[in-house]
């Protein structure tokens, strides 16, 4: 047995017994790991609030590797995201990234580029002025650069046209545009219509860090489109992201 100390975000709660908790919780440095905390519903428990849903917190917690579930020795938290807690939009598009991320990470490997993309979108999501769904936008667009299925709306994929056209096909097996000049079974491959407005939204969040990103203006109309075809792309490349639960709860859906 060996004492682990790591950050995690809790991905999951569900009681246990008459006053514990199981937390599925993702590590920054052990990738997912499950975690049984005696006495944590208690009302007395020293825990607190500290072992909500999302929150961002600092777990020491005694390994064994041959066991499924390991046991806190003790939490701290760093960052509660009161306003994700507090506000039902940022709780249902955080909903919806938590558990993205609990179809896809798998076992103990460490995932520091995906857990890093966590974080941040959750602190944009919770300190957000305006648009916060824009977080939501975002996380889906770079976990799937990071996980290798990159989206492209620079230039037609076939002709390398640096493109100005009214609406373009955005083929979701290749992640790239291809133009209206191309032949058309090069479109209706896996293909998705993007309007010049969405094409538009997808590079600058592509490009945004920070702030600059919750300042991306956009119709409703658009904000579906991105949201569908970003959604398309991730369930085309990745079984495990069908028939999400969270979905349902969205303004988008
Ligand atoms: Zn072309």
Known sequence: MSIQRTEAIILKTIPYGETS???TTFTKNMGKVNLLAKGARDVKSKYGGSLELFNYISVIYYDRTERDLQYVSDVSVIDPFLQIHNDLDRT???LAIIEMCNRLIHGNEDNLHIFDLLVQTLQGIDRAEKRPVNGLLYFMLHVATRLGFTMDFDSCKNCRDVMDHKELN???EHGRVVCESCPSHLRNVSGALLSKESLGIMRQIA????????????????CHEVYHLLLRHL?????ELQNLNSLSFLKLA
């Not at 702030?211 to 956009?218: D, P, T, V």
């Not at 369930?235 to 079984?239: G, K, R, S, V």
Request: charge should be neutral; glycine fraction near 6%; hydrophobic fraction near 40%.
């Open 207 to 222: 490009r945004s860090h920070g702030n600059g990103l919750y300042n991306i203006a956009m119709s409703e109309k658009a």
């Open 21 to 23: 908790k199981i937390l």
């Open 235 to 239: 369930q085309f490349h990745m079984e």
């Open 170 to 172: 955005f083929s979701v």
């Open 92 to 94: 249902y598009e955080a």
